[in-house]
């Protein structure tokens, strides 16, 4: 299985890239963000950010499935 993982704001900067493909996933969004979280190093837990897939604010529990893009959106400050 293929997905594309889009990552944004601290999450980028940590996994120094804006984007990946993930081959062989299986699971559900949240084994995905364990998976990218021990890959990268990254600090938040998912209970702090949102997740989206292909374009739509997701819950951690959906499955992942073939071509599936997804988002892994922190928390952001600004004005």
């Known amino acids: 299985m293929r997905v594309r993982v889009l990552y944004f ?12 493909t993930f081959e062989s996933v299986s699971g559900t969004l949240a084994t ?4 990218a979280r021990a890959r990268h190093g990254f600090s938040w ?6 997740v989206a897939r292909n374009g739509a604010f997701a819950d951690w ?5 073939e ?7 922190p928390p952001v400050a600004g004005g």
């Open 61 to 65: 529990g959906e499955s992942v499935c």
């Open 45 to 50: 837990p998912r209970e702090r950010l949102r």
């Open 32 to 35: 995905l963000y364990d998976t």
């Open 9 to 20: 704001a601290s999450l980028r900067d940590a996994a120094q890239c804006g984007e990946e």
């Open 67 to 73: 071509n599936d893009e997804i988002a892994f959106i």
